[in-house]
């Protein structure tokens, strides 16, 4: 009975917390945990009105668009930074990554942002804004000669003994400029992007909520249609029409996106900020720091605690009262004195699960990392490695190197709908679980994949550097397809299901930063890619040859092929090490698992 009272009294609490009167809350149908707002933050709960598959819809829009956009020049940058600004090779496939991995990067301030003080909505307009403004400055440079340095062939100078001058000074400073609004843009879009469409389909509506993971699918469908035609079309532009009207369209393909974004305000529900989320983390951690000699009852209540009880004796919802199952990893201890303590002294027991629920991902979030140093490389060496190639598919065709990246995305998009219609209905009778295999199986199938993905890049381009080598002959450049395809398929496993994963294990008011751990895995990946380069350059070079695996200029003098035998290397050990972290995994307490689903999260 008193148990039930201070629940009660917890919940109470919460409600007048979050800004909601006595009266509303009786009159909403939504329960105390999720509070929904519309686009002019007045409260709404009405399904057939607002949220639902409808309003994630005009999201996905603009998730198309903004990857058409991002992609057209993320992918294809490495020519343009090479050709154009004149950079080497390796520094041109470092600019590059670094690019890519800030993107991601700051995805992680994006979801901070949008959790704590702006909300998702409003973090896409802004934001999406400052995305806009860049591609708009590259292509200002681009089509400007005084902005650039003057014209060299590159390839030719290297043959020729001489150099070309590369971008510096104010060229450099407009250059940079334009990538940083476009990393800090689309970083802080993209975790929002998916959280904002997920938020449309209610916790409390178990049919909305089953469609959860069909929307995940959707997400990476509109990421694969943006993909396929910024590799096919908008490459086709910058290469025929010049970089400064591929950058051109890039900027209006981003204009579409945000009104498409800007039609979906009258469908949306919203979750309003809750206030920075690092305060309550900092407050758990201090308070176990404080007590780290303090001896674990026996008892679960006192480890645990019926009430958590905030700074002057005020009641905050338990743990039990929000919906959380507590672990029994890392437990958290309450007191029992009667006294009321500061909350950098006595946190909640929902801030302690909070903060097991971080620490739990990041063996998970950690293991992908070698997956986008693959990704890193097929955007980088893999385009440049088709350079080399006979590019010919036509008397007067010829194929642009970076659309060869679009071969997956023309796969994917046949192979997506067929894993959601068919795959998924007889993994659901098999397994017993809405989306037929959880997210962790999900992405271990991923990892597995994709180390295959760098054998075949290692085979080919060994096969390639000694065709050039003895019959100074190029091969065809659809060579190189099959190690786009097996990452393509891995990607379709790995990526939708760790958006899956971490937006499932997210609580209330956590939902965009720990779904953009996913985007900084990215970055991870990226960083690596830069490190791995430098430290391999700098270590092959030290022998009898002089030489570095990467340090040429030119292919067929580098030893490419000996890298991705690396990457494959590193990408099976990595696979066997998430197998032991996903056993080791409790899944979060902020959701029952679904039926057939144990608690521990073996893969």
Not at 126 to 144: C, M, N, R, W
Request: charged residues 15%; contains cysteine.
């Amino acid at each position: 009975m008193a148990g039930n009272k201070v629940e009660t009294a917890a919940g109470e609490n919460f409600k007048e917390e979050a800004g909601v009167s006595h009266d509303r809350r009786h009159e909403s149908p939504c329960s105390f945990e999720e509070i929904l707002v519309d686009w002019r933050g007045r409260p709404t709960c009405q399904p057939n009105q607002h949220g639902g598959m409808t309003a994630a819809a005009f999201v996905l829009g603009l998730q198309a668009f903004e990857m058409m956009a991002i992609a057209a020049v993320g992918n294809n940058l490495i020519t343009y930074v090479f050709n154009e600004m004149h950079f080497p090779l390796s520094k041109s496939a470092n600019i590059v990554t670094n690019f890519v991995g800030t993107v991601f990067l700051l995805s992680l301030f994006g979801g901070y942002l949008s959790d704590s003080y702006l909300g998702s909505f409003r973090t896409m307009l802004i934001f999406g804004v400052v995305e806009l403004s860049g591609f708009i400055l590259l292509a200002v440079q681009a089509h400007l000669p005084q902005l650039r340095p003057p014209k060299c062939d590159m390839m030719a100078s290297t043959a020729g003994g001489h150099h070309c001058l590369g971008a510096k000074g104010f060229e450099a400073w407009i250059f940079f400029l334009a990538l940083h609004l476009v990393a800090l843009g689309s970083g802080c879009l993209k975790p929002n992007i998916i959280s904002h469409g997920a938020d449309q389909f209610s916790k409390n509506d178990s049919k909305q909520f089953r469609r959860l993971s069909t929307y995940f699918n959707c997400a990476y469908f509109a990421f694969c249609s943006g993909e396929l035609v910024a590799l096919t079309v908008l490459v086709w532009v910058q290469t025929h029409s010049g970089m400064d009207v591929g950058f051109g369209v890039s900027a209006a393909v981003m204009a579409v996106g945000l009104l498409c974004l800007i039609s979906g305000s009258a469908f949306y529900v919203n979750k309003p900020p809750r206030g920075s989320i690092f305060t309550s983390i900092a407050q758990v951690l201090v308070a176990a720091i404080t007590k780290r000699k303090q001896i674990c009852p026996s008892q679960l209540e006192m480890s645990h605690g019926s009430q958590d009880t905030g700074p002057q004796g005020f009641s905050s919802p338990s743990a039990s009262a929000i919906g959380l199952r507590h672990t029994e990893k890392l437990r958290n201890i309450q007191n029992r004195t009667g006294t009321s303590e500061s909350r950098w002294r006595l946190c909640s027991a929902s801030q302690a699960e909070q903060v097991k629920i971080l620490i739990s991902v990041v063996p998970i979030f950690a293991c992908t990392i070698i997956f986008n140093t693959i990704l890193a490389q097929l955007q980088t060496f893999s385009v440049q490695q088709g350079t080399t190639m006979n590019t010919r598919i036509a008397k007067n065709f010829r194929i642009p190197p970076a659309s060869l990246q679009s071969i997956p995305y023309i796969m994917l998009i046949f192979v997506v709908p067929l894993y959601e219609t068919a795959f998924v209905p007889i993994a659901r009778k098999v397994t017993g679980k809405e989306s037929g295999i959880s997210p962790l199986q999900r992405v271990g199938i991923g990892l597995f994949i994709a180390s295959f993905s760098m054998v075949s890049a290692a085979i080919i381009e060994n096969k390639r550097r000694n065709f050039a080598l003895e019959f100074n002959k190029s091969l065809s450049i659809f060579w190189i397809a099959p190690q786009f395809l097996i990452f393509g398929l891995s990607e379709m496993f790995t990526a939708v299901g760790l958006v899956e994963f971490f937006y499932k294990q997210s609580l209330e008011g956590m939902q965009s930063f720990l779904t953009a751990m996913t985007y900084c895995s990215y970055s991870f990946g990226f960083y690596l890619s830069s490190l791995l380069v430098s430290s391999v350059n700098k270590i092959t070079s030290s022998g009898p040859s002089g030489g570095g695996w990467l340090s040429d200029n030119d292919l067929n003098k580098d030893r490419l092929d000996l890298f991705y035998w690396l990457l494959a290397a590193l990408s099976l050990v990595n696979f066997f090490n998430y197998l032991f972290w996903s056993n080791w995994f409790s899944y979060s307490p902020s959701l029952p698992p679904t039926a057939g689903e144990s608690e521990t999260g073996r893969c």
